[in-house]
């Protein structure tokens, strides 16, 4: 059975999944995701340095795996900004739902929370159908994983609205509700979540523009040396 192309995976575990020991703050352990062959999704299984160390030859291969550090949760932090939950709480819905034309929306969402350093980019994985990219939550070890729909460039300013509307439209109700001052802050938080769906898509822009470049630059040499050779 196929694997999905995008999937959310929660989440970061307090424990070894080997010796079940608990973690102490700061301490290097690995997180390592493997195809599980019930969902037909991934299961996450993070390791202390000595389980990772011991494990066997011929142990099953991870799918992607990386190295972090244990940070405990915080039970009184501050609540994010309205923007960023809401990006999150878009893309984790747009993941689970998995409908096909939501693609290009989920892409743009995880380079925003990257941009907002809320995700961090562990790996990526080339695969048949294109590159997978495996973002980590730097607070709570979430885990994304989202397709490069490699979006042509002729799309980018229609993604950029459609991000732009879905997060408008995912604001809570009570705020649209609020007095004047509070609709003006609603306003301005709008405008910095238009303004970062720009960012991310411009900067997915950017490079494809730069790949196309590096392309042709080889294929121009490709063909100077073809000419040298024939001369």
Not at 148 to 176: C, K
Not at 197 to 224: L, P, V
């Amino acid at each position: 059975m196929a694997l999905p192309e995008s999937w959310s995976i929660k989440s970061r575990s307090h424990r070894c999944s080997v010796t079940d020991r608990h973690f102490e703050k700061d301490e290097p352990f690995y997180t390592a995701i493997f195809p599980d062959p019930e969902s037909s999704g991934y299961i996450r299984r993070d390791f202390c340095l000595e389980a990772w160390n011991d494990r066997p030859a011929d142990a099953e291969q991870p799918f992607s795996f990386w190295r972090s550090h244990y940070e405990p949760p915080v039970s009184d932090e501050k609540a994010s900004v309205v923007a960023k939950e809401s990006a999150e709480e878009l893309l984790s819905r747009l993941i689970e739902e998995d409908e096909p034309h939501t693609e290009n929306a989920r892409y743009i969402l995880a380079v925003m929370l990257e941009r907002q350093k809320l995700l961090v980019e562990t790996d990526n994985q080339h695969t048949p159908n294109g590159i997978l990219r495996i973002y980590e939550h730097k607070k709570n070890g979430d885990v994304y994983i989202v397709r490069d729909p490699n979006i042509p460039l002729d799309q980018i300013e229609s993604v950029q609205s459609e991000v732009a509307e879905l997060l408008d439209g995912n604001r809570p109700r009570a705020e649209e509700q609020t007095a004047s001052s509070e609709g003006t802050k609603s306003e301005e938080t709008s405008d910095e979540q238009t303004k970062e769906a720009a960012e991310a898509t411009s900067e997915t822009e950017e490079a494809q523009t730069e790949s196309a470049e590096s392309n042709s630059e080889e294929s121009d040499s490709d063909e100077t040396a073809s000419s040298d050779e024939e001369e």
